[in-house]
């Protein structure tokens, strides 16, 4: 599987929990983080299916939705082990590091698209 295509969805979720989190508690942190958050994701994802289709493979797009991901995960672990609270942090920081983990293996052993005739 290529990143681009679980990096939309993972945006998407991010994306709805950042809206959520304004609408149940008014957070304004948590809608500008989802918000922000998957607006960079899928520009990866944009970025990483050009590449596609071109015949090219972008690890620069995967490398930085690893470095997001990453980042979630330990932020979100971080504040699940201060709280204790699976909703929303603990459910984010599972998510963000499958997520990671994904990352790092198309980064080193993820398909590689095929060249395109000229």
């Known amino acids: 599987m290529y990143d681009f295509c679980f990096t939309p969805i993972y945006a998407g979720l991010l994306a709805i929990g950042g ?44 490398a930085i939705s690893l470095l997001v991901a990453a ?15 699976f909703m929303p942090a603990g459910l984010t920081a599972g998510l963000s590091a499958a997520m990671t983990v994904f990352y ?5 052993l993820g398909p590689t698209p095929k060249p395109k005739a000229t």
Not at 71 to 85: D, N, P, V
């Open 19 to 62: 809206v959520a989190g304004y609408a149940t508690k008014g957070s304004m942190a948590s809608l500008g983080a989802g918000l922000g958050t998957a607006a960079l994701l899928s520009l990866m994802s944009k970025w990483s299916l050009d590449a596609y289709h071109k015949g090219e493979a972008c690890k620069s797009a995967t």
């Open 71 to 85: 980042g979630l995960t330990l932020m979100m672990y971080q504040r699940y082990s201060t709280t204790g609270k």
């Open 104 to 108: 790092v293996w198309s980064l080193l």
